[in-house]
């Protein structure tokens, strides 16, 4: 069992789904984690004993650079920030787009890049684990799902690029692409689906956790984490 013991390690998205399970493995595992959120209200109960900052929107610049400034030595950052949205291209607005890039890959920019500056202060190294999709690998797949698309091969485009600006300093810079992942939300959403070909938050938590320790030491990885759909 991989071990974070008293690492400290921020974690995006924690009122979500995939997020909320990144840091309760990490808590389990002896992690400290910080969780800038918009609000605690939504945060699981079990993830209290976490640092937790609220009214932290990720898109805003001054307000990201704050919550990273203010964090003690860090070993790293996961980002399970992000939204998704089906929304077929006569329907799109500019609005639409705005949103998504915003919200997946503005939000990784900004956290990969104060938490790059916190990492390069540091004496050890470190992680940066993005969150990118199987769209972003597999554009065709991406009908109807063209903002979604888009935002998150920049992410995947980020990554890469960081992955190659920061290798130098012994930080790794690597992202999961998940294909559908078994969630509450996802059921509900397509209720006639086969879950059985899904894949389970828990495992995808495992890759993050694998990316994010001082066992690896690959970086640029596009983790794919498919299941049988």
Same mark, same amino acid.
């Given at each position: 069992?991989?071990?974070?013991?008293? !690492?400290?390690?921020?974690?995006?998205?924690?009122?979500?789904? !995939?997020?909320?399970?990144?840091?309760?493995? !990490?808590?389990?595992?002896?992690?400290?984690?910080?969780?800038?959120? @918009?609000?605690?209200?939504?945060?699981?109960?079990?993830?209290?004993?976490?640092?937790?900052?609220?009214?932290?929107?990720?898109?805003?610049?001054?307000?990201?650079?704050?919550?990273? @400034?203010? =964090?003690?030595?860090?070993? +790293?950052?996961?980002?399970?920030?992000?939204?998704?949205?089906?929304?077929?291209?006569?329907? +799109?607005?500019?609005?639409?787009?705005?949103?998504? =890039?915003?919200?997946?890959?503005?939000?990784?920019?900004?956290?990969?890049? *104060?938490?790059?500056?916190?990492?390069?202060?540091?004496?050890?190294?470190?992680?940066?684990?993005?969150?990118?999709?199987?769209? +972003?690998?597999?554009?065709?797949?991406?009908?109807?799902?063209?903002?979604?698309?888009?935002?998150?091969?920049?992410?995947?485009?980020?990554?890469?690029?960081?992955? *190659?600006?920061?290798?130098?300093?012994?930080?790794?810079?690597?992202?999961?692409?998940?294909?559908?992942?078994?969630?509450?939300?996802?059921?509900?959403?397509?209720?006639?689906?086969?879950?059985?070909?899904?894949?389970?938050?828990?495992?995808?938590?495992?890759?993050?956790?694998? !990316?994010?320790?001082?066992?690896?030491?690959?970086?640029?990885?596009?983790?794919?984490?498919?299941?049988?759909?």
């Amino acid at each position: 069992m991989r071990t974070f013991q008293d !690492l400290h390690v921020v974690v995006t998205g924690a009122t979500g789904e !995939l997020g909320g399970a990144v840091a309760a493995l !990490l808590l389990e595992r002896g992690a400290r984690c910080h969780l800038p959120v @918009r609000s605690a209200a939504k945060l699981d109960p079990a993830l209290a004993r976490a640092h937790v900052v609220s009214g932290i929107d990720l898109a805003d610049e001054a307000g990201v650079t704050a919550f990273y @400034r203010d =964090l003690p030595e860090l070993w +790293a950052s996961i980002h399970c920030a992000g939204a998704f949205a089906y929304t077929p291209i006569e329907a +799109a607005s500019g609005a639409d787009l705005d949103k998504m =890039l915003a919200v997946n890959a503005r939000s990784a920019f900004l956290c990969a890049r *104060e938490a790059a500056r916190v990492l390069r202060a540091g004496a050890h190294g470190g992680r940066i684990v993005n969150v990118v999709s199987r769209q +972003a690998l597999e554009p065709r797949r991406g009908a109807g799902l063209v903002p979604y698309t888009m935002s998150k091969a920049a992410v995947a485009a980020l990554t890469q690029a960081l992955a *190659e600006e920061l290798a130098p300093e012994r930080i790794g810079v690597n992202a999961v692409a998940p294909s559908i992942l078994d969630t509450p939300a996802n059921r509900a959403a397509m209720p006639n689906a086969d879950v059985s070909k899904w894949i389970s938050l828990a495992e995808v938590a495992e890759v993050m956790l694998f !990316l994010a320790s001082p066992d690896c030491t690959a970086s640029g990885t596009l983790a794919q984490v498919y299941g049988r759909a």
